[in-house]
């Protein structure tokens, strides 16, 4: 539609796209031009923002041209007419083109259209996923002058939740010590201390504000450290360690900056990916093993390990790759490995004759009963326990909400990372648990808003190709990665502007198409478990050798004070391969 008017008396002329819509406006119109050309020009220049056209001070159209434009005009009675000739040549062009494009439609090959239509489906899905945010809630100013007022007594931890501040993370420096990659990192309670532990065997405590390290030491552990934590209200005394060798160690660290000692509170019959601290507690965690066991240990006892539960579906046994305490309730602990099964468990309540002792059970309805074998390798409660975030190897990252019934379905998802190579974590960031955090295959760390599932950050974090940990501060907005390099990378928001997220669509979409091809070839599994039978072979071959030699018998780390050890199942129950924490350094 337009609206053509007279440029001689200097008025602007509105072109195609005009708001005029009925005779009574069009009056109306009319008469706003003979009662004022300010007023007019004001209106037109209302219209042209609105419709998008451009059409500048210096830009006029006459009638002429404004004619020559469209066919089709509106008469001095505002009544909207057409051109029947014009529509007829209009309408039989159209035809003869749609005919055209059917026919070129109908002679292309199927894989050409399958392509085609596979890629505006991949088209649509990132557009769906990098979709536009509204405008923030929190703002700086006005939260610097709340709080200069009196008025505002949390303004870091405000800001530490603030969407603004996650927009700004950008790398500070790298804290470079390991000759391995780096698997597991943990801040102190106080934030002052981070430590780092690393497939060379040795654990790292950082002061990571001035970049030294404050103590270095050798593990005890006899293959990759998977996890080195600070037990809370310890006075960082104590580091509690896990390994793919299967066993828990404690270290004991001394004022002097020097660990006294390291040893063997617990024995798994397969790698020990995770611990579970208990919040407040120095003398008691929980830790999961591949070989289905949960132990709980206790530091003031004799005997530290006692068997808490041997996690089954029925009764084949179920290997584990993570563990959480509920922070609200520590009697409860959720736990998840190789099946797509998230387990919540409440220690006053396990009872393994009925349903295996589960308290209840989460898992997003698509992948039960799935062809893809799904597997967890972490989840972690948010702050206050309410909700439970897992993430699932090459598969998505869900969010359940811990009250809600057994066997309820995911209330969030959150999409665009890879998570195939490694036993890959995943985090709550933010003091209210705001956002979601992960690394990913394609190396870099990816950021979500919890509330929106939108990718709020996106962080080269590996030049390896991988980022596996990812550790917030407690108390600062402050993030600590690391992956197959063999250094910590620190973060924190100090980019002058908010990132523009430059080449995220072409990130996503690559990882997409990976996994789907994956998903479409299965042929890599018999090798995957040709590669653990030799391995499972050759270990016991090993074992063997060394019972028959005496002059390899166990060494001084294996005589530790503590011989806590899993005694319920034999090397021969373990089920499949081990997946892999950290790729050959």
């Known amino acids: 539609m337009s609206d053509t008017g007279s440029s001689t008396d200097g008025k602007t002329d509105l072109p195609n796209g005009s708001l005029s819509s009925s005779p009574e406006e069009m009056s109306g119109a009319t008469e706003g031009r003979e009662t004022s050309s300010g007023v007019e020009v004001e209106a037109s220049d209302l219209s042209l923002s609105l419709t998008g056209d451009e059409v500048g001070p210096n830009r006029t159209y006459t009638e002429s041209s404004a004619e020559e434009k469209d066919s089709d005009s509106m008469d001095d009675t505002g009544h909207y007419s057409i051109n029947e000739a014009n529509r007829t040549y209009n309408l039989s062009h159209s035809e003869e083109e749609e005919e055209e494009e059917e026919e070129e439609e109908e002679a292309r090959p199927n894989c050409e259209r399958d392509s085609s239509d596979d890629d505006r489906a991949l088209e649509d899905w990132v557009a769906a996923e990098t979709t536009a945010l509204p405008r923030p809630g929190w703002r700086a100013v006005q939260a610097l002058r709340a709080r200069e007022l009196g008025a505002s007594r949390r303004?870091?931890?405000?800001?530490?939740?603030?969407?603004?501040?996650?927009?700004?993370?950008?790398?500070?420096?790298?804290?470079?010590?390991?000759?391995?990659?780096?698997?597991?990192?943990?801040?102190?309670?106080?934030?002052?201390?981070?430590?780092?532990?690393?497939?060379?065997?040795?654990?790292?405590?950082?002061?990571?504000?001035?970049?030294?390290?404050?103590?270095?030491?050798?593990?005890?552990?006899?293959?990759?450290?998977?996890?080195?934590?600070?037990?809370p209200n310890s006075g960082d005394s104590t580091l509690a360690m896990c390994a793919r060798d299967g066993q828990v160690r404690i270290a004991e660290l001394s004022a002097t900056q020097c660990c006294k000692t390291t040893k063997r509170v617990a024995q798994h019959k397969g790698a020990s990916h995770k611990l579970a601290l208990e919040p407040d507690s120095p003398c008691t965690f929980l830790s999961a093993g591949e070989d289905a066991v949960v132990f709980t240990i206790d530091l003031r006892q004799d005997r530290p390990a006692s068997k808490l539960v041997v996690t089954?579906?029925?009764?084949?046994?179920?290997?584990?790759?993570?563990?959480?305490?509920?922070?609200?309730?520590?009697?409860?602990?959720?736990?998840?490995?190789?099946?797509?099964?998230?387990?919540?468990?409440?220690?006053?309540?396990?009872?393994?004759?009925?349903?295996?002792?589960?308290?209840?059970?989460?898992?997003?309805?698509?992948?039960?009963?799935s062809e893809s074998k799904a597997n967890i390798t972490c989840l972690v409660y948010s702050h206050d326990g309410s909700e439970l975030l897992a993430s699932y190897n090459d598969e998505d990252i869900y969010l359940f909400d811990t009250a809600h019934s057994d066997g309820a379905e995911y209330v969030r998802r959150y999409k665009g990372h890879r998570n195939n190579a490694t036993v890959k974590g995943v985090n709550f960031y933010g003091p209210k648990s705001e956002f979601v955090v992960s690394g990913s295959d394609c190396g870099h760390v990816f950021l979500w808003e919890k509330s929106s599932s939108q990718i709020l950050q996106f962080?080269?974090?590996?030049?390896?190709?991988?980022?596996?940990?990812?550790?917030?501060?407690?108390?600062?907005?402050?993030?600590?990665?690391?992956?197959?390099?063999?250094?910590?990378?620190?973060?924190?928001?100090?980019?002058?502007?908010?990132?523009?997220?430059?080449?995220?669509?072409?990130?996503?979409?690559?990882?997409?198409?990976?996994?789907?091809?994956?998903?479409?070839?299965?042929?890599?599994?018999?090798?995957?478990?040709?590669?653990?039978?030799?391995?499972?072979?050759?270990?016991?071959?090993?074992?063997?050798?060394?019972?028959?030699?005496?002059?390899?018998?166990?060494?001084?780390?294996?005589?530790?004070?503590?011989?806590?050890?899993?005694?319920?199942?034999?090397?021969?129950?373990?089920?499949?391969?081990?997946?892999?924490?950290?790729?050959?350094?």
Request: charged fraction near 30%.
């Open 155 to 231: 303004f870091v931890r405000e800001a530490c939740g603030a969407r603004v501040f996650v927009q700004r993370l950008r790398l500070q420096h790298g804290l470079e010590r390991h000759a391995g990659c780096v698997n597991t990192l943990h801040f102190n309670q106080r934030g002052s201390w981070l430590a780092s532990g690393s497939d060379d065997l040795k654990v790292v405590v950082w002061d990571w504000v001035r970049r030294r390290p404050v103590l270095e030491f050798e593990s005890g552990h006899k293959s990759n450290v998977f996890q080195a934590k600070f037990l």
């Open 312 to 369: 089954k579906e029925k009764d084949k046994k179920v290997g584990l790759y993570t563990i959480f305490v509920n922070p609200a309730n520590t009697h409860q602990f959720a736990v998840g490995g190789r099946d797509e099964y998230v387990r919540v468990y409440d220690q006053r309540k396990i009872d393994e004759k009925e349903n295996n002792g589960v308290l209840k059970k989460f898992c997003p309805h698509h992948l039960v009963n």
């Open 459 to 585: 962080m080269e974090g590996d030049k390896g190709g991988v980022v596996n940990c990812l550790e917030p501060h407690p108390h600062l907005p402050v993030l600590a990665t690391s992956g197959l390099d063999h250094d910590v990378k620190i973060w924190a928001p100090t980019a002058e502007t908010p990132a523009e997220l430059t080449g995220l669509k072409e990130v996503i979409k690559k990882n997409k198409r990976e996994r789907d091809e994956d998903s479409l070839h299965h042929t890599d599994m018999y090798e995957s478990h040709l590669l653990w039978f030799l391995m499972h072979h050759f270990r016991q071959r090993r074992h063997h050798r060394r019972r028959r030699d005496p002059g390899t018998g166990t060494t001084d780390s294996d005589s530790d004070d503590s011989p806590s050890s899993s005694d319920t199942s034999d090397d021969d129950d373990e089920e499949g391969p081990d997946r892999v924490q950290c790729m050959p350094s």
